[in-house]
């Protein structure tokens, strides 16, 4: 949930703590008013006779709300940030919500609930995308307030109990794709291929959502010649990922997931090479393999990146793991990368 305070001038911001409104911490007013924002948000679709689900993690993404009604089930994200930037945001929000479809979790379109003000181009836009529903709060509340005979019992939750209930969702996912990938490690033939790819989908997307959006599985090129796992879009709002996009002049990441009982070799960077081109602005790939790549894997890889500048990076179960035990410290997973990405720049032979 992303929102600008500015456009939220007439919610209350909760519990008193002695602080007068302008002394109050920016962190602490940010989290307050997030939490009334959602408190509004639940209460609203509550009176409409959802079941109203928080702190969920779907496919390894966070989202605000599942809001549940009958076999539907709907994720619901929160949008309050108002100006020039409210249509990137909304679609960044939109690619992040439309990676989850054809999971079980949901079955319905998804939601974007706005509270800000809508720019005239963000207002045509939302009329004329179709992938999800951009509802404004103040219809959505008038609509709860219409239909509603009584307002339901339930408890409201603090910024605090908010934030609490989003990290027990985020330990125990966690804790599920450590022990999955684990699991993997030991044996290969626990999972498909197609099982192997959803897996480090959901492990990119959950360490490292909302840098990384927009996930894309089995893509083919435009000739139907190539075949890559998945890709996914690069954000702006982190230094890692920044730098990425500059140093390797690329706009997307590919990933190749490899569910081999051995370590891949030089085959498997030379299949995986011809899906780069420094002109698509698609430089970089993570392979992602079961127990890594040897010796013949490295060199090749190394030549992809003497020659022509192409990123293939081979990550390991083991560094999934090692990421995710890292809990939500985001710098030091980020920094496990480019620790990697450091360590195959310097070895570069001549």
């Not at 599942?66 to 949008?79: A, D, N, Q, R």
């Not at 307030?145 to 989003?166: G, I, K, V, Y």
Request: contains cysteine.
């Amino acid at each position: 949930m992303t929102y600008n305070l500015p456009a939220l001038g007439g919610l209350a911001v909760g519990r008193s703590t002695g602080f007068g409104h302008d002394e109050i911490p920016e962190a602490e007013r940010q989290a307050r008013a997030e939490a009334d924002l959602l408190h509004r948000v639940a209460s609203a679709y509550r009176r409409l006779g959802y079941v109203v689900h928080q702190g969920v993690v779907l496919g390894g993404i966070q989202v605000d709300l599942v809001i549940e009604k009958g076999p539907k089930k709907t994720p619901v994200e929160i949008s309050g940030e108002a100006g020039s930037g409210q249509i990137d945001k909304l679609r960044r929000d939109l690619l992040r919500l439309v990676a989850l479809r054809g999971r079980d979790a949901w079955i319905d379109t998804p939601v974007i609930i706005v509270t800000g003000f809508a720019t005239p181009v963000t207002a045509h836009w939302a009329r004329h995308q179709t992938e999800v529903r951009i509802i404004r709060l103040d219809e959505l509340e008038a609509d709860a307030d219409a239909q509603a005979t009584s307002s339901p019992d339930f408890t409201t939750l603090s910024a605090e109990d908010l934030e609490r209930q989003r990290a027990q969702a985020r330990l125990v996912e966690r804790e599920a794709l450590i022990a999955r990938l684990r699991a993997h490690d030991a044996d290969a033939g626990l999972l498909t291929p197609a099982d192997y790819e959803d897996l480090c989908k959901q492990v990119f997307g959950f360490l490292f959502d909302p840098s990384l959006f927009g996930f894309e599985s089995q893509t083919s090129t435009s000739d139907g010649a190539n075949r890559y796992d998945f890709i996914c879009r690069i954000g702006t709002d982190r230094a890692f990922w920044n730098s990425l996009k500059s140093d390797f002049r690329t706009r997307a990441i590919l990933f190749e997931c490899k569910n081999y009982t051995d370590p891949i070799t030089a085959d498997q960077i030379y299949s995986t090479e011809r899906y780069l081109f420094s002109s698509a602005l698609r430089t970089v790939c993570f392979l992602i393999a079961r127990k890594g790549g040897d010796d013949s894997c490295q060199r090749a890889a190394q030549g992809a990146m003497r020659e022509s500048g192409k990123l293939i990076l081979v990550i390991s179960n083991l560094d999934l793991i090692e990421m995710l035990e890292f809990g939500d410290d985001i710098d030091s997973a980020e920094n496990h990368l480019d620790v990697l990405i450091w360590r195959f720049i310097i070895s570069l032979p001549r």
